[in-house]
């Protein structure tokens, strides 16, 4: 195939063509999008800086010179960690696979550049029985207080992604069953076991704390609703934990993600098989899951330098 001349503005559109592709076909979340559009306009401001006009002209040398200047930094941006170096270099990736698809370009330079290792940082997990203090200290008998308790109890008892659960409708969770539906990212759908508590705490919500919250708006079908009778943010979510975490003196910074992490560490330590938790945590891959692991392991670490006579030289 004969690479045709990339007219002037030409980086631009493939950008934009790109970003509409991650959108209509990948159904990336909206936050995920905006990081992508903003990495690739600092690559596309650094390919005219250097006179590079269109994708097809883009070299190896080019992507991996990019690489050390956002390690680097400049006057205009400050240095970036691996981690945000390592997902600007994806997007720079993707971009140029895109461009080959759309024979925008012949070859792919950045194939095989390589993103910045990240250090592997362990899922942070509270022990059970922070877990136990934080939940028995949560909320009270107010429509919002049981709303407070089954948010939390819903969290910990499914895995949930805290966008999973105030994303939820009355619908998706069955009481009578023991099972609510989580709509996960990329449009993926999952059903997980709802446990004793959190089916006790949900109910008691439904049947004393929402009717009251609901009154204040329009019939919304979704499950957490706030003082206006619409539906719970995130922030507000973060905002009830750490309430809850501090009244149980728990010292430790704590978020919606703690009590995921939590969860699925405490299945692997009950003996759960990972393939199961990754099922139930909705992970498209195992090795994502697999790092849970390293946490239990590291746990049996502990208790083996501390419990057994020969542990230590």
Known sequence: MTEQPTPPGALTRAVSGYLDHLTVERALAANTLSSYRRDLTRYVDYLTRIGVGDLAAVAEAHITEYLARLREGDAEHPKLSASSAARAVSAVRGLHRFAVRDGLSAVDPARDVKPPGTPRRLPKALP??????????????????????????????????????????????????????????????????????????????????????????????????????????????????????????????????????????????GGADVRVVQELLGHASVTTTQIYTLVTVERLREVYASAHPRALA
């Open 128 to 269: 059970v029985g922070d877990i136990e203090r934080l939940l028995a200290v949560v909320g009270d008998d107010t429509p919002r207080g049981l709303r407070d308790r089954a948010l939390l109890e819903l969290l910990y008892g499914t895995g949930a992604r805290i966008s999973e659960a105030v994303g939820s409708c009355v619908d998706d969770v069955d009481l009578a069953s023991g099972v609510a539906t989580l709509h996960g990212k990329g449009g993926r759908t999952r059903l997980v076991p709802v446990g004793g508590y959190a089916r006790r705490a949900v109910e008691a919500y439904l049947v004393r704390g929402r009717p009251t919250l609901a009154a204040a708006g329009r019939g919304n079908p979704t499950l957490f609703l706030n003082a206006r009778g619409t539906p719970l943010s995130r922030q507000s979510a973060w905002t009830i934990l750490r309430r809850a975490a501090k009244k149980a003196e728990i010292s430790s910074d704590i978020s919606p993600h703690t009590l995921r992490h939590s969860y699925a560490t405490h299945l692997l330590d």
